[in-house]
């Protein structure tokens, strides 16, 4: 999504000559070929998956909802089973008409009902707490706190956190709460925030543009001894509109510099 | 501020007329008379001046910011005295230059530099909690558990919160930091968080419009043991753009309804 312009045939092509060594697969980007087709194109070109995006939005209003989220969660269970992504990224959803514990409550009761499909096919389902600003419609899990809160209800066999700077930086509980997950954090996302940031979605930095200190929370996420692939996401239609491959180039730049 | 388009006069005025008890003064209001006749004009209205707005801005790249901002906090509290207001509101400020640590240092040791001042003119200190994805240029100080924690070195004699829904709503941890704070909330702010908000600032909703639980948090903060004046806060060029004695109708409605 980082490189939006580009279909998954030309990211493979340019990510690979460009050395990088894997890539968040948004399901969007899957869409119009078998999956097994797309296993094969990243293997080809010698790219890991490291997750797919993203499946989640577990609020509901009535019963014909709460299904269409459950078979759409499943869904993404198996095609990232099938395209060889170890995890899903959970954007876990959240109603304004709902109160926040009701929103809450959906949530925890939508992921536990995940977990046994999750282990069948061997994927891990990964809770990405969003911004708070995001709690009225996109999700009602906004804190690294409040996903241990909930991974110490659900288990942590199956399920994990995606910690993306964007939304976590800010949080004054940051340090204590990435060291009581320790091992659940299986996923890493940086990025920058912009001042100002004038679009609630689409207006993110390049690692560098902004104020997060991505180089001191990656250190945080390392030393609970996480060694997976670090994904860069940035959602800017600033960057979207440029070059493509001058941005491929910045973003290698950016985040040898600044993470 | 929430009747934007009225100057003080005139709010004053439509205010007393609708039974309204008090107002929350922003410092802009009082420019251009001295100080004494604005409170002379909110006591002829039976007006109660219940906070002033705003100080605080406490982070600095340099010496001369630094003192600039010490001279108009030690301003604005004096006006206060003048005006008769309690406590001042501290929008505490950061700037996307420094790192969130060094925020929040500038920020606690600049609140703690003016206790012996609130003291001797009586006026208390309110930190205002703004919402995370203000954190980066408007303040480093972003939950109730924060303050909590800021307030237990400052000491709670002449320092204490102003909790805004607005900023708040969202916290996992809110109802348990409201119980922590308890006497420590000395000011309330209700309105509403549109969906979609379309803009950083000026977006917000009247009470009912939007998600918040006006009525559960002001349970929470009514069980410290609050039972000061609530202040209605919506910054809303849509609601600004409306006929203003309507809209006051309006809010006075919401209130009832959903406060």
Redesign the interface.
């Known amino acids: 999504m980082t490189t939006k312009p580009w279909d998954l045939p030309t990211a493979c092509a340019k990510y690979s000559a460009a050395g990088v060594p894997g890539v968040g697969l948004w399901r969007e980007w899957l869409e119009g070929r078998p999956l097994e087709e797309s296993r094969r194109m990243l293997e080809d070109h010698g790219l890991r998956a490291v997750s797919l995006v993203r499946s989640g939005f577990y609020p509901y209003l009535n019963e014909a909802e709460k299904q269409a989220a459950c078979d759409d969660n499943i869904k993404a269970l198996d095609e990232a089973a099938a395209v060889g992504a170890p995890q899903v990224v959970l954007v876990c959803g959240a109603k304004?008409?709902l109160?926040?514990p009701e929103n809450?409550r959906h949530i925890t009761e939508g992921i536990a009902s995940l977990i046994d499909h999750a282990a069948s096919v061997g994927v891990k389902l990964s809770i990405e707490p969003l911004?708070?600003?995001y709690?009225?419609?996109r999700s009602?899990v906004?804190?690294v706190?409040?996903c241990n809160?909930m991974i110490d209800q659900l288990g942590d066999e199956w399920v994990g956190i995606a910690a993306d700077v964007y939304h976590i930086?800010?949080?004054?509980?940051l340090a204590q709460e990435i060291k009581r997950a320790g091992k659940r954090i299986i996923a890493f996302h940086v990025c920058d925030?912009m001042?100002?940031?004038k679009d609630?979605l689409t207006d993110r930095g390049l690692m560098g543009e902004?104020?997060i200190?991505n180089r001191?929370i990656r250190r945080l996420v390392e030393s609970t001894g996480f060694d997976g692939p670090i994904e860069v996401e940035v959602f800017s239609t600033r960057h979207w509109a440029r070059d493509q491959d001058a941005y491929l180039s910045d973003i290698i730049e950016a985040y040898k510099e600044h993470v």
């Open positions: 304004p008409e109160s926040l809450r911004h708070p600003m709690a009225d419609c009602a906004n804190t706190g409040q809160d930086w800010w949080d004054p509980q925030w001042t100002p940031t609630f902004g104020c200190d001191g």
